[in-house]
């Protein structure tokens, strides 16, 4: 800690005034009103917005998650945790052994997760790992 005043932050008294007369001459007045929660959204975000094309690909296509063991093409199948960084492989043989070959990827790697998760606090909300399927 240092034993200046809380003063050398602050402007002078000079500073001051000089802000003061650049606002009441309106040099500094803001040319376009900030934008708040209520108003419209501008038609710039929505032309964006529909001309991306990216959006109707991840609505089509939810990727490996939602596929069931037998119909993944990998033979080793990985998953990480966004919450702790781990990752956790397992073999497309072992899986269908020990889950069924009907199970869907997204439970079976939730489970392994959970199998193994060293994020344990006693509420479920917030209990577990975050399972991550970018990785394959």
Sequence with gaps: MTDR???WRLPTPKQMEKMAAEVAVGRRVPTVPPVGPADPMPAEYWDALLRDAGADARQA???IRTRRLADVPQHLLRVGCRRCGRTVEIQKADAVRLYGAAALW???GQRLLDN?????TGRHEEDGCWPDFGGM
């Design 106 to 108: 997204r439970d079976v």
């Design 5 to 7: 005043p809380a003063s």
């Design 61 to 63: 296509d939810p990727g």
């Design 116 to 120: 193994t998760c060293g994020q344990r």
